[in-house]
């Protein structure tokens, strides 16, 4: 299987992106506050596009078949587990949010995710996402020329089952790069030792989606909104990391 492998300057480019999406996402969750609404948190998102000069990684994004992607951004509220379409909904205390963002620079990307609570959570929401944000640092930390892809899902997987929850299996992180999306694919459940071999240069996207119930999810009807099957809460991390000869280097942490 054939991985792109980013050149020096390539991986310069990509870093700058992976600084605007840090910056974005802290800036939005700033924002993540009661009676704020979805659309609003779109709009700054789309200021900050501007202002950096980059370009929207989602905005018109039509993989397979699905209409394009009408935001510059995903959110994702309480039991949608990815994709969700910021419209009129007003954030409420307790809620949890996932955001998930990327742009371009020079034609290359940076993808990240985060899953913030709205005010005061409840204890069981908040420990939801500290072990899906874990279980993204435990991956990351195997992101080395002597791991497999496999290892990376086997970490997500064992971390986040012995704390009780589960992980999404219909959606996977990514390789990135020129695309949004390139192979390999990277799951974050499986058996370890398997799949291709990691490479320097090699630069993917790790994002666990962990849910507090089942991991069952099913599609809305407007193509791109995931919610869990069992309506129960959901979260998202994700960073774009490369993969070097020294460790990994996560470009949007």
């Not at 998930?100 to 985060?114: E, L, Q, T």
């Not at 809460?233 to 280097?249: K, L, R, Y």
Request: proline share 6%; net charge negative; charged share 25%.
């Amino acid at each position: 299987m054939g991985f792109e492998v980013k050149s020096r300057s390539e991986l310069g480019w990509m870093r700058e992106a992976g600084v605007i999406v840090r910056e974005t996402l802290k800036l939005l969750a700033e924002a993540c506050v009661p009676g704020t609404s979805l659309l609003e948190l779109d709009r700054l998102a789309r200021e900050e596009i501007r202002r950096s000069g980059s370009v929207s990684s989602f905005l018109g994004y039509k993989p397979g078949g699905l209409p394009p992607y009408p935001a510059v951004i995903c959110l994702s509220l309480n039991d949608v587990v990815v994709h969700g379409i910021p419209d009129g909904t007003r954030l409420a205390e307790g809620d949890i949010l996932s955001l998930d963002f990327g742009v371009s620079v020079r034609g290359f990307h940076a993808d990240s995710a985060i899953t913030v609570p709205v005010g005061r959570a409840s204890p069981e929401r908040l420990r939801l996402i500290d072990v899906t944000r874990r279980s993204l640092e435990a991956a990351i930390a195997l992101a080395t020329p002597d791991h497999r892809v496999g290892d990376l899902g086997h970490a997500v997987q064992s971390l986040v089952e012995l704390e009780g929850f589960s992980v999404v299996r219909d959606f996977v992180g990514h390789g990135i790069g020129r695309r949004l999306h390139e192979e390999p694919q990277v799951p974050n459940y499986g058996a370890p030792n398997r799949l291709p071999r990691l490479r320097p240069g090699l630069v993917i996207a790790i994002e666990p989606m962990v849910n507090a119930g089942d991991w069952a999810v099913e599609v809305m009807k407007d193509g791109w909104t995931v919610r869990t099957r069992d309506r129960r809460d959901s979260a998202h991390f994700e960073h774009t990391v490369a993969v070097t000869d020294h460790g990994p280097e996560v470009l949007t942490a």
